[in-house]
C-alpha cells in the first residue's frame, strides 16, 4: 500500500509541474517517455526533466552572465513555436551508416523585461532516447555581438545518483585520467569533471549528460556548488573571466541528456551527430577509413637485417610492406630516436624556434615512402605537433598533398577554450580541402561534428594503453569504465594491438616493446567495443606473425553500418555487436572478474550464419596470450555461452553461409 502511494504521490508531482509548465512551454519525446517541462518562476526561467513519470532532474536554472549584465532574471516568453521532425542522414563515417531519427522541437523566445531588453532564444528538441537544449543568440537591435563570462545552466539531479565520471584538475587538459564511481552526494564541491558523465538512478534509468556541435564556443564541463551540478565553461587564455566572444547570430553547442532505462540506448542513440550540421566538406569519396600502423608505441623495432635503421625509407618500408601484407590500410611515420621526422630544434617533441613541418629530417625523403606506399595500396600518413603544424598550416597541407600523405595526428592541443576549438575546425576545414584526414590527440571529446566534418576519424581524450610504456599497466577495469563515460561521446583513439599480454606479477616496464594486461581475447574485442574510425595495430610486425588471433584483427573494420549493444552491466562487462555489410562483428570485454556470460544472437537476420568464435584459454593465468577459436553454424535462434577470464572477453566474426 505504502508503494502504491509513493507512485500516486510521484505521479501527481510530475503531472502538476508539467501542467504548470505547459502553460509557458513544456515538450515530450514521440513517445511520450520523456518531459522536458519549462517555467519562469519570479521572472527566472528553469526546467525540469521527467522519464517515466520519473523526476530525473527538477526546477534547474536557465541562465547566461554576459560583461554587460546578468540574463537569468526579470525574463519574459516573447513568443515560442514547435515543430515534429524526421530526419534522414547517412554518415561518411560512424557506428551507423544511415540514421533515421524523430524528434519534436520546441524555441522558446527569452526578452529582458528592462534594462537592455535582451532577448535569448532556448532552442529544446526532445527524442526518444534524450533530450537536448541550447541558447540561441539572435541579431538584434543594440546588441552586434557578445561577450560571455558563463552559462548559468544548472543540473539539479533529483536525490542521490551514482556517477562516473573524469575528475580533472583545471581546464587545460588532455583529459587522460582514471575514471571514479561515485554518490553524487561525495563528490567533492567545486571540482571540474569531465564529459560526458553518466549518472545511475533508482530502478536503473540512466542519464549522460555531454555537448554536440562545439563550434566556435567553449568548451563545458560540470561542477557540483552547493549541492548542484552546473555547466563551466573554459575560459579563454590569459586570464579566466571571458569564455566566449563573438559576433550575432551566434550560439551554444547543445547540452545534451542521453536518457533510458536500457544502458545499451545510450551507445546506439545517434543523438549528437543528428545534432550537428550536414556534411560541410563536399564530395568525400577520397575518404577510406582503415587500420593504421604506429611504430612509436612499440619503440620502432625493426628485425636485425634491416640495414641503419631510423627516419629513412627502409625502416618505413619494413612496415609498409607489412601492412600491404594483412590488409592494413595505412602506415604511420612519427619518428625515430625520440626524433620527429620533420625539422625540429626543440626537445621532447615540443617545437622549438625553428620548427617546420615542411622540411623533413636529413635522408628522409616524404614523397619517396608515399609513392611507395602507393605502389603497394598502402596510404601514408604522419605525426605532428599543432604548435608546429599551426603557423605553417596552409602551406604544410599544400606540401603534403603534393607529397601525397592521405593524413595525420595532430598531437598535445591539450585545451577546449573557444580559440583551440576554432583552431581544431580549421585544421579539418583546411585539410579536407587537400584531402586529408585527421586524428587528433591530447584533445576534448567527440561531440558528433564528425558528420560536419567526416575527414575527423578519431580523437584521444582518454587515458589509453600508451602508458604502458612508462608505467603501470593499464587495466581491463579501466577499459570496462571508459565504455561507460568517455565512449558515450564516440571515437576514441586507444593505442590498440599490443600482442605481449603478463600475468600481473611478470609486468615491469617497457619503452620498447611494451607489456600489457588482460587477455588476447580482451585485446581483439577492443577493436569492436571501442568506436574509432582509424584503428591501430601500435606493435611491430613480428609481434603478430603467427600469433594466435591476428586473423581476426586483417579483417575487422573500423566504421560500421548497424550497432547493437547486446548486453552489459556498468563497469563490469558490455557486449557490442556492429554489422559491416552482410557481415557482424561482436566484442565482449570484462573487468577483472571472471564472468560465464551468455550472447543471445537474435540481432542477425534469417539464415544460417558461419561464426568464428574466439574465447578466453582456462590456461590464460598462465599465458594471457592464448585463446580458443572454433567455427560453427548459427542462426539469430542461438545463444552462445563463455567463460571470460579475469581481464577477459571474446569476439565473433559472423558472416552469411
Not at 200 to 216: C, G, M, N, R
Not at 312 to 333: G, Q
Not at 475 to 494: C, F, K, M, N, W
Request: aromatic share 12%.
Amino acid at each position: 500500500m505504502l508503494r502504491i502511494s509513493m507512485l500516486l504521490f510521484i505521479f501527481l508531482c510530475c503531472f502538476s509541474i508539467a501542467s504548470n509548465a505547459q502553460k509557458n512551454g513544456s515538450l515530450s519525446s514521440p513517445d511520450g517517455n520523456i518531459i522536458y517541462a519549462f517555467g519562469i518562476n519570479s521572472n527566472s526561467p528553469f526546467y525540469s526533466i521527467f522519464y517515466k513519470k520519473q523526476v530525473l532532474i527538477e526546477k534547474s536554472p536557465i541562465g547566461l552572465q554576459f560583461a554587460d549584465g546578468n540574463f537569468q532574471q526579470n525574463l519574459a516568453i516573447l513568443q515560442s513555436a514547435r515543430r515534429d521532425t524526421t530526419e534522414e542522414y547517412e554518415l561518411i563515417v560512424g557506428k551507423t551508416s544511415k540514421v533515421i531519427t524523430h524528434y519534436r522541437e520546441l524555441l522558446i523566445t527569452l526578452q529582458e523585461k528592462k534594462s537592455q531588453h535582451r532577448q535569448v532564444n532556448l532552442r529544446v528538441r526532445a527524442f526518444n532516447d534524450g533530450i537536448a537544449f541550447r541558447y540561441e543568440f539572435p541579431e538584434q537591435k543594440n546588441h552586434g555581438d557578445i561577450t560571455l563570462l558563463e552559462e548559468n545552466t544548472g543540473f539539479k539531479m533529483k536525490g542521490n545518483p551514482v556517477l562516473n565520471t573524469l575528475f580533472l584538475p583545471s581546464f587545460t587538459s588532455s583529459h587522460e585520467g582514471l575514471y571514479t564511481h561515485i554518490l553524487l552526494n561525495e563528490v567533492k564541491e567545486d571540482t571540474l569533471m569531465d564529459m560526458p558523465t553518466l549518472f545511475e538512478f533508482p530502478q536503473k534509468t540512466y542519464v549522460a549528460i555531454t555537448e554536440a556541435a562545439l563550434s566556435d564556443y567553449a568548451g563545458m564541463y560540470l561542477m557540483k556548488h552547493d549541492g548542484m551540478l552546473s555547466g563551466k565553461l573554459s575560459p579563454l587564455p590569459g586570464q579566466t573571466v571571458i569564455k566566449v566572444k563573438a559576433k550575432l547570430p551566434h550560439h551554444s553547442p547543445w547540452r545534451v541528456l542521453m536518457i533510458s532505462d536500457k544502458i545499451g540506448d545510450l551507445f546506439e542513440t545517434n543523438m549528437l551527430t543528428t545534432l550537428n550540421e550536414p556534411n560541410k566538406i563536399g564530395d568525400a569519396s577520397w575518404l577510406k577509413p582503415g587500420k593504421t600502423t604506429f611504430p612509436w608505441w612499440n619503440g620502432n623495432i625493426v628485425p636485425d637485417t634491416i640495414n641503419a635503421p631510423g627516419n629513412n625509407f627502409v625502416t618505413n618500408k619494413y612496415y609498409i610492406d607489412f601492412c600491404a601484407r594483412n590488409n592494413i590500410e595505412y602506415h604511420s611515420v612519427v619518428e625515430y630516436g625520440l626524433h620527429e621526422w620533420y625539422t625540429n630544434d626543440g626537445a621532447n617533441f615540443q617545437p622549438g624556434p625553428h620548427a617546420d613541418v615542411t622540411k623533413p629530417v636529413p635522408g628522409l625523403d616524404m614523397k619517396e615512402i608515399c609513392d611507395y606506399g602507393k605502389s603497394v595500396g598502402v596510404k601514408i600518413r604522419v605525426w605532428v605537433h599543432w604548435a608546429a603544424l599551426y603557423p605553417k598550416l596552409d602551406s604544410a597541407f599544400a606540401i603534403f598533398e603534393k607529397w601525397g600523405l592521405s593524413g595525420m595526428m595532430v598531437d598535445f592541443m591539450d585545451r577546449d577554450d573557444q580559440e583551440m576549438v576554432n583552431i581544431q575546425e580549421e585544421i579539418l576545414q583546411k585539410a579536407a580541402k587537400h584531402h586529408l584526414h585527421i586524428q587528433f590527440h591530447g584533445a576534448y571529446k567527440p561531440t558528433g561534428m564528425q558528420r560536419t566534418y567526416p575527414n575527423e576519424f578519431t580523437r584521444e581524450g582518454t587515458l589509453n594503453y600508451e602508458t604502458n610504456k612508462w608505467g603501470e599497466p593499464l587495466s581491463p577495469d579501466h577499459d570496462i569504465r571508459l565504455v561507460y563515460t568517455r565512449l558515450l561521446a564516440g571515437a576514441t583513439d586507444y593505442h590498440l594491438g599490443g600482442f605481449r599480454a603478463v600475468p600481473l606479477a611478470k609486468y615491469r616496464t617497457q619503452y620498447t616493446r611494451p607489456l600489457m594486461a588482460g587477455t588476447r581475447c580482451h585485446m581483439l574485442a577492443m577493436y569492436v567495443v571501442l568506436e574509432s574510425y582509424l584503428g591501430m595495430l601500435c606493435d611491430y610486425p613480428d609481434a603478430y606473425g603467427g600469433q594466435p588471433g591476428f586473423e581476426f584483427l586483417q579483417v575487422v573494420p573500423t566504421t560500421w553500418d548497424e550497432t547493437k549493444v547486446v548486453n552489459g552491466e556498468v563497469n563490469k562487462f558490455i557486449t557490442i555487436a556492429r554489422r559491416k555489410g552482410n557481415d557482424w562483428f561482436v566484442g565482449t570485454i570484462t573487468d577483472n572478474t571472471a564472468r560465464e556470460l551468455e550472447i543471445p544472437l537474435s540481432f542477425l537476420g534469417e539464415g544460417n550464419y558461419i561464426a568464428d568464435i574466439y574465447t578466453d584459454s582456462d590456461k590464460d593465468n598462465e599465458d594471457p596470450n592464448l585463446l580458443n577459436k572454433k567455427t560453427q553454424t548459427v542462426t539469430k535462434k542461438d545463444t552462445i555461452r563463455i567463460n571470460a577470464m579475469a581481464g577477459g572477453g571474446q569476439v565473433m566474426y559472423i558472416r552469411k553461409k
